[in-house]
Nanobody, 123 residues
């Protein structure tokens, strides 16, 4: 599975962005999808995840109410809508997929990763 993120740019605090992650292959709908991020000098942290059919979503407390994860299985794409952005949201954002049937929130439980896209939020 090849994952390619896009949509990362520099924005001012309070702004919005939508990240996209396009997946190769015909098994996209069989994968749980997640978004993670890594700020400079910090470890990679969970942001959001979505079940295979899209019916269940999970969020880190730090983004709950501001970010929305969604997926389009017909287009092999997962999205992360980010609203009310804060400077502390600045990070490289990674898309990841898991062959597990259960939604996970830790990096070790994801099997495939994209190359990341930079999001910078200025105050």
């Amino acid at each position: 599975v090849l994952l390619v993120e896009s949509g990362g740019v520099s924005v001012q605090a309070g702004g919005s962005l939508r990240l996209s992650c396009a997946a190769s292959g015909r098994t996209f709908s069989a994968h749980v999808m997640g978004w993670f991020r890594q700020a400079p000098g910090k470890g990679r942290e969970f942001v959001a995840a979505i079940s295979r059919g899209g019916g269940s979503t999970y969020y880190a407390d730090s983004v709950k109410g501001r970010f929305t994860i969604s997926r389009d299985n017909a287009k092999n794409t997962v999205f992360l809508q980010m609203n009310s952005l804060k400077p502390e949201d600045t990070a490289v954002y990674y898309c990841a997929s898991s062959v597990s049937a259960v939604v996970r929130t830790t990096t070790s439980q994801y099997d495939y990763w994209g190359q990341g896209t930079q999001v910078t939020v200025s105050s």
